[in-house]
C-alpha cells in the first residue's frame, strides 16, 4: 500500500552548510509546498551538520507535491555551484528529498525540538 511510505515528514539530504530554515521554506514555496518544522539532522556524537534535515510538511497535499518532484529539489537562487572555467554558468544546487515516515511508535516532533534558523556547527 503506497499510502503508508506517505508521510509529511520528508528527509531533504544534500543540502550546502550554509542552508537556513528560511531558506530552505523559500525553496519548497517556490513549488507551492508549505514546510510546517525544519529539523537539522546532526552527527550523534559530534552534534554537527553535516547537510541535511527532516521537513514536515504542512498538510499531506504539501508533502505529496513535495515527493512528486522526482526527489530533486531545486534550492533557491542564494545556492549555485561554481562552474569551472570561462563562460560557464554557474549550476542551480539540487537538494535530494524523500519521504521519512514515521517508525511505529515514533513521535514527531520529538519532545525536546526547537526549530533553529541556522543549523548547529557543533560543540
Partial sequence: NSQNSMSRRLFVGKLPLTM?????????????????????IVDHNSRAFYGSAFCYMASMEDSQRAQALGGALRLSRDFRKKGSGRGR????RVARVASAPLREG??????????????????
Fill in 20 to 40: 537556513t530554515a528560511s531558506k530552505l521554506r523559500r525553496s519548497f514555496e517556490g513549488y507551492k509546498c508549505n514546510v510546517q518544522s525544519v529539523h537539522w
Fill in 89 to 92: 554558468k554557474k549550476q542551480q
Fill in 106 to 123: 515514533e513521535v514527531w516532533p520529538p519532545e525536546s525540538f526547537c526549530e533553529t534558523e541556522y543549523p548547529p556547527i557543533g560543540p
